[in-house]
């Protein structure tokens, strides 16, 4: 009989029980205990959900973060953390950050965050240096493990795999990290011992590292990693995903383990490699139901395509989701107000463990077993092919229309920067944000009640129009030079655009794990793209009635709308990229009639699209550059165009960027402390830059001597008549008594560094 697993499913909840529990207790208004409980109850309903499959993963299940949760399991938070807290304080310490005012001491700064593989999730960084030292901490796991067998569940912990582990880190002084691979692996036999002890049968190692491009100290570290770990008792099932195995193919198969997970959505073309090398004795876990997307499996063609290797392997087949189901929803059901059609082409978490349930009874008991549930299946995807609600003439039509001088500006930045200087004579070091302000319990009442009908538009557009002008007002008082509208009328900056668009559905429970409490609700791109109308010019135009100093425009790029969307997977991403960038170049357009002189176009996601393989970058990116630059570049040179990416490593494509032709790009910075400031030092950036000095995504107040600090490392770099002075990110997620004050010693910090550059 064929086995069914699963890597992962989504920690939040199908109603974002975890967010709301976490924010509950972070705020002081829940107990530990009761936060434990909250987690406790949805690991059990989780569980349930994945009753029918052979094995299901323990360990998949966080408070905040998986690679935060390794960090604990082998005793190396931060070592800045106080560890005289309890562990949870710790944890929350090094996830969060925590204030002086928490503290009445210097500021604790939260972990690096950034980008897990080409996904949105974000994971907290490994810090290591020469001394790190290692030391088991399994009672969580061990905890969650004893909670499945309770349960009689049948139960597969889930551990990221050592050198993952370290690959994913960063060391804080010059020593190698792989130097540490030594000390970490007797932690790991340890844990595997425990688990073994505990009940555990196989144990699911993730190495997503093997889907990357890895030199031979890095494959020499796999091989050595698990020769050490195979004189454990633990059956082993060696799990990669996200991409193909390529060069590491050979290696994946050998390296002994009891078994090898492949991703055969993204790597199908190397399953038959994969069972030619694979040893007899091993299992092959095929990861054949998308975890990436939320699109209906081709169950059928699915089944032409495995039966034949079922019929080779037999016992030794194992089927999965490609990667853990962390990145799609929970539950299609909930979604009550979806169009028909549309949700009929569509599979959820839920709805992807039935998919593989029903995979494995058709080849377990043959295809007249489902034959209904296939049937429905076949329906639902011819559906979908031929509806004329995906396929647009017109958008075809344009798409051929597009002329190569539509990425072109009229003139060099040299050129306009100077044209763009005598609309706005702004000072040295001009300071902004990046475009939103806090989402107050006000505006997201306003916003329930206009969609549940209970605010008709004119109060609603009241409603905004008030918050807008306290942002507005509040910009002028703390002294800004570049303002904002503050984005009130926006519930994401994803979705804002994706309502306004044809070709986009909305889910109202579609939520997903960006990090910690915070939760994505990622629209679904499923047929050609158009603009009916201006989507944020009324607003803009609003805002700027209110001052006499600019307020930018605020637009999302059609590289972040692409990535931070579900995507049709019937075209290449790069035509339905293209048709996002004419539908927003419209917009821009518009907005220009309209006086808008300041334009950010936010790009935030650009690099998170990247291939995992260096060598697959440079077509990625000439399509991805494109489309901005088609956005962007139909504008008069007194127009200033802006960008932002967050969170991104961003140092191995600079020249890329530079080649988007952004008048100011502002980036995030902070928590790396101008690290990724460095690139500049060997590559001379031709256009102006604002290194994001303020961490939005703690609850720290930076101070004016660390702002100083920062631009001070900044200008060693660029030089200051091309800085500009701004946060990290929007701040929708703080409160006005946090930005205020941030905002103001941005400004001060800004004044003291003119007044030493006029001295």
């Not at 595997?192 to 993730?206: T, Y």
């Not at 996200?242 to 492949?262: Q, S, V």
């Not at 044209?419 to 997201?444: D, W, Y």
């Amino acid at each position: 009989m064929i086995t069914t697993h699963n890597l992962g499913f989504p920690r939040i909840g199908k109603r974002r029980e975890l967010k709301f529990a976490l924010e509950q207790y972070w705020h002081g208004e829940s107990t530990l205990q009761e936060l434990e409980q909250t987690a406790a109850e949805l690991r059990e309903k989780h569980w349930q959900y994945q009753q029918k499959l052979d094995w299901l993963p323990v360990g998949d299940f966080s408070l905040y973060d998986h690679v935060l949760d390794t960090s604990l399991l082998v005793g190396n938070l931060p070592q800045r953390t106080d560890s005289s807290l309890a562990e949870s304080d710790q944890y929350f310490q090094a996830a969060r950050g925590q204030s002086s005012k928490a503290l009445k001491q210097t500021p604790i700064a939260a972990a690096e965050m950034t980008k897990w593989f080409d996904t949105n999730y974000h994971y907290l960084v490994p810090e290591f240096n020469a001394d790190t030292q290692f030391e088991l901490n399994a009672d969580r796991l061990l905890a969650q493990l004893a909670e499945a067998r309770q349960q009689a569940y049948q139960a597969k912990p889930v551990l990221l795999g050592p050198v993952s582990y370290l690959w994913l880190g960063k060391t804080k002084d010059d020593s190698n990290k792989l130097d540490l691979l030594n000390e970490l692996l007797p932690v790991y036999e340890q844990c595997l011992i425990k688990l073994v002890e505990a009940g555990a049968d196989w144990v699911q190692i993730d190495e997503p590292v093997l889907a990357t491009e890895l030199d031979q100290d890095w494959q020499h570290a796999l091989t050595q990693a698990y020769f050490a770990l195979n004189k454990t008792p633990a059956r082993l099932l060696l799990t990669t995903y996200f991409a193909p195995l390529r060069e590491n193919l050979n290696l994946a198969c050998e390296l002994p383990t009891a078994g090898l997970h492949i991703d055969a959505v993204n790597a199908r073309d190397e399953v038959l490699k994969v069972i030619d090398w694979l040893p007899a004795h091993k299992t092959l876990s095929l990861g054949i139901i998308n975890g990436r997307n939320i699109w209906k499996s081709d169950l059928n063609s699915l089944l032409d395509w495995l039966e034949p290797l079922y019929q080779r392997l037999g016992d030794r087949l194992w089927l999965a989701p490609s990667c853990s189901l962390l990145h799609v929803p929970v539950d299609l059901e909930q979604e009550t107000e979806l169009d028909s059609d549309i949700k009929n082409w569509l599979a959820f978490a839920v709805q992807k463990l039935d998919e593989l349930n029903l995979l494995a009874l058709a080849l377990n008991h043959g295809r007249e077993s489902v034959e209904s549930e296939l049937a429905d299946n076949a329906r639902a995807i011819e559906t979908r092919r031929e509806s004329s609600k995906v396929h647009k003439t017109a958008v075809q039509h344009r798409l051929q229309s597009v002329s190569g001088t539509w990425g072109k500006r009229s003139s060099s930045y040299a050129k306009r920067s100077q044209v763009q200087r005598r609309k706005h004579p702004l000072p040295l070091f001009p300071t902004t944000t990046i475009g939103s302000f806090p989402q107050t319990p006000a505006i997201r009442q306003s916003r329930l009640q206009y969609r549940r009908g209970a605010l008709d538009e004119l109060s609603y557009q009241r409603d905004m129009q008030q918050q807008i002008k306290y942002a507005i007002t509040e910009q002028e008082k703390i002294g800004l030079d570049v303002l904002v509208h503050g984005e009130a009328e926006r519930n994401d900056m994803v979705e804002y655009f994706g309502e306004q668009l044809d070709g986009y559905a909305f889910t109202r429970f579609g939520w997903v794990q960006s990090y910690g409490s915070r939760c994505v609700k990622p629209p679904i791109i499923f047929g050609d793209i158009e603009r009916p109308k201006a989507m944020t010019v009324d607003w803009i135009a609003y805002a700027q009635s209110l001052t006499d100093k600019p307020v930018k425009g605020m637009l999302t790029g059609p590289v972040t709308m692409l990535n931070w969307s579900f995507v049709r997977d019937d075209q290449p991403r790069a035509d339905t990229c293209l048709q996002l960038a004419l539908a927003i170049r419209d917009e821009v357009l518009d907005l220009e009639q309209q006086g808008v002189s300041i334009i950010q176009i936010d790009e935030a996601a650009l690099r998170e699209g990247l291939p995992l393989r260096r060598s697959d970058w440079q077509h990625y990116l000439d399509w991805a550059v494109n489309c901005f630059r088609i956005t962007a570049n139909g504008v008069r040179d007194e127009t200033q165009i802006h960008t932002h990416m967050c969170y991104s490593e961003f140092n191995d494509i600079i020249e890329s960027i530079a080649t988007m032709d952004a008048d100011v790009i502002t980036i995030e910075t902070s928590r790396s402390d101008m690290e990724l400031l460095d690139v500049f030092n060997a590559f001379d950036y031709p256009n102006e830059i604002g290194p994001g000095v303020y961490d939005i995504h703690s609850p720290n107040i930076p101070a004016v001597a660390q702002i100083r600090h920062l631009m001070e490392k900044a200008a060693e770099r660029i030089p200051p008549e091309r800085l500009w002075i701004n946060p990290d990110c929007g701040l929708k997620t703080r409160q006005w008594s946090e930005v205020k004050p941030a905002l103001a010693a941005m400004v001060q910090a800004a004044g003291e560094l003119r007044q030493e550059a006029a001295a």
